[in-house]
């Protein structure tokens, strides 16, 4: 792949976000596992205000779920709260952070993205990641569809020496920006010259289609169980509820069947507790 050319133009664009000002391992880890699912811009005010209230992991192992749900509320996916929770347990008791992919690998919530974003972006080691954006590129780069096999291996094997840090973040801007899930931007792009897709223009249908690693489209979140577990989560950030009120809580009045099934979800994950028909945080 075009490293110079990708690192030139990727460089000079580069967002400033918080969390690349920091090589620190806790405060990378919580903004890869809140990137997962969520958008930068509702990422940024909930990324400070986690790390400024568990400034390390062994400050976030000590407290109840309850305090890291409460500061989750708005991202969405609150199974990753527990998991983060889980993983400042595992972080405390190793007594230091783990520095190998398979160590990473161990961590509640850490699977084979995150591990390799925080190897490149913490201790800027050597270990390409795949994101939904960066699958997206190396399948229309080679113009067919890649297995999650032949995905790493392309990004393993295009990552320049000692440039982790900068190649994983330009890449990914690259398909953030440029190489856009409909109506990427060729034209501008720098990897053009060898793109064996190149927008289409061979008529091939878009290889990044049913490729492995990238997303499709997010269900709809208005009127969804989802919306009705985050309402939940958050009415709990502030007190009990009675289970006759957990429809109005959620947002559907009268539903109380849909009500007390999608509760029953968020207790079978551990995100809430029962108690005699009470439910509360952990
Ligand atoms: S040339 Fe187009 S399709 Fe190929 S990597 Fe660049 S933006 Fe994506």
């Excluded at 890291?68 to 889980?86: F, S």
Aim: hydrophobic share 45%.
């Amino acid at each position: 792949m075009y490293q110079d050319e990708l690192l030139n133009w990727g460089v000079a664009q580069l967002r400033d976000l918080p969390w690349r000002r920091t090589r620190d391992p806790w405060a990378v880890l919580v903004s890869e596992v809140m990137l997962q699912q969520t958008q930068v811009e509702r990422v940024i005010p909930r990324w400070l205000a986690l790390l400024e209230a568990f400034p390390t992991p062994a400050a976030c192992a000590a407290a109840p779920l309850g305090d890291v749900l409460r500061l989750w509320q708005g991202l969405g996916y609150p199974r990753r709260a527990r998991n983060l929770h889980a993983a400042a347990q595992s972080i405390t008791e190793l007594g230091g952070f783990p520095t190998s992919l398979d160590g990473l690998l161990a961590l509640a919530g850490v699977g084979a993205y995150t591990a390799r974003a925080v190897l490149a972006f913490a201790f800027e080691a050597d270990a390409a990641v795949v994101d939904t954006n960066i699958a997206r590129v190396f399948a229309r780069f080679a113009g067919e569809r890649l297995t999650a096999k032949q995905v790493q291996a392309a990004a393993d094997a295009a990552l320049p020496h000692g440039e982790a840090w900068a190649w994983n973040q330009c890449l990914m801007d690259l398909g953030a920006v440029l190489c856009r899930p409909l109506g990427p931007r060729c034209d501008e792009c720098p990897l053009r010259p060898g793109c064996a897709w190149n927008g289409g223009r061979d008529e091939r249908v878009d290889p990044a289609i049913g490729s492995a690693g990238v997303s499709g489209r997010q269900s709809r979140f208005e009127g969804s169980d989802r919306q009705g577990r985050g309402r939940l989560i958050k009415a709990l950030g502030l007190a009990p509820v009675h289970g006759g009120d957990l429809s109005v809580a959620m947002g559907w009045p009268g539903q109380y069947e849909r009500a007390t099934r999608v509760a029953a979800t968020l207790v079978a994950d551990r995100l809430v507790v029962r108690a005699a028909d009470v439910y509360r945080l952990p």
